[in-house]
């Protein structure tokens, strides 16, 4: 296999770690690199990169490029936009992925439009197919679907992009699932030097301090949520399932409709346009169910859906459908578990 047209993950990297969406886009990118029959590259840019390899080399990488300069950490756009311009015209790489945080929606357009690539943004879903041009009767093997909601969700679309290369993708965190591929797997190594990549006019920007806010709110990893819709109605009613999660000790979430309308913040939104998560149990309650909020809760292992909508569309993926006010459902919930569970 040649150094070139290989599927690359662009891996975010801070305070020591690999960021888990590049991860989790690893964990992908080995699949499709497999379908393709190409190596699957990681590029980690940034300072103190010493074994940063043995993070990513589990997920099946077979190369790792590092660029390590003091001047590369923390993230900025122009060093590191120029690290893969640069790059990606050297090893032409066919397929590139990065998550859709706020450093891969900064850094992705600013390399696709460097590169006239096209980006397709927040994918739910990424698949290796044909592709024939209705216009043309080209046909074109083994392009990257790029699939995500469009027109406020009402369709799902398939996007390719024939012509160039890379075809460039975001996805945000918790969409795909993080697996190991094999615990000894073992990759190359490719130290580059930044001075070739990135010209000292990249670094005009100095950070002089920097400050993280971290979410004080994990409904990511927690098991159980209680989810709320625009249907719960009110913010003293979303206080009903503030009661039943710490009942069932688990966190509260909430649909985009929801957040809009004040109930809860934002740290709390399920769906595309907001975190992504699987838990063992899922309680949504007065949630319709848009495409949108469907894509971040899908993966949930038993959904149950309180509704007095008995045709909203989240009953058709629900394993259970309670049918009526969550008003009256809810404190039934809370005073049964609370009963059973001494």
């Known amino acids: 296999m040649s150094d070139k047209n290989n599927l690359i993950v662009y891996c975010e990297f801070e305070d020591g770690k690999v960021a888990d969406v590049s991860l989790e886009l690893l964990t992908k990118g080995r699949v499709l690199a497999t379908k393709l029959g190409v190596k699957l590259e990681a590029l ?58 706020c450093i891969g929606r900064d850094l992705g357009p600013r390399v696709s439009s460097c590169l006239h690539s096209g980006l397709t943004a927040d994918c739910t879903s990424l698949e290796i197919g044909d592709h024939k041009d209705p216009k043309t ?124 309308a004040g109930f809860v913040e934002h740290d709390r939104q399920i769906g595309q346009t907001g975190v992504t998560v699987r838990p063992k149990l899922y309680i949504a309650c007065g949630i319709s169910g848009q495409i949108q909020h469907i894509a971040g809760m899908q993966e949930s292992s038993i959904v149950i859906s309180i509704n007095n909508d008995p045709n909203a569309p989240i009953n058709t993926i629900a394993d259970y459908v309670i049918t009526g006010n969550m008003e009256d459902i809810v404190p039934k919930l809370i005073k049964y578990y609370k009963k059973n569970s001494k």
Do not use: W
């Open 137 to 260: 009767g080209k046909e074109y093997q083994n392009l990257l679907y790029q699939i995500r909601p469009a027109f406020g969700g009402n369709i799902v679309a398939t996007i390719v992009n024939p012509d160039c290369r890379p075809q460039m993708a975001t996805v945000r965190e918790g969409v795909m699932k993080k697996e190991i591929f094999a615990a000894d797997y073992k990759g190359e190594v490719v130290n580059l030097d930044a001075s070739k990549y990135v010209s000292d006019a990249d670094f005009v920007v100095e950070i002089i301090d920097r400050h993280i806010e971290k979410s004080k709110v994990n409904i990511k990893n927690s098991p159980i949520i209680v989810a709320g819709g625009y249907g719960v109605g009110s913010k003293e009613n979303f206080d009903l399932l503030f009661d039943l999660a710490n009942t069932l000790g688990g966190e509260v979430g909430a649909s985009r409709a929801a957040v809009d």
């Open 44 to 101: 980690i840019v940034g300072d103190k990169l010493d074994n940063i390899e043995n993070q990513v080399f589990p997920y099946g990488v077979d190369v790792v490029y590092k660029v390590a300069d003091a001047r590369l950490y923390p993230y900025t756009s122009n060093p590191h936009a120029a690290v893969l311009i640069n790059l990606f015209k050297e090893i032409e790489p066919q397929i590139c992925l990065m998550g859709a945080t």
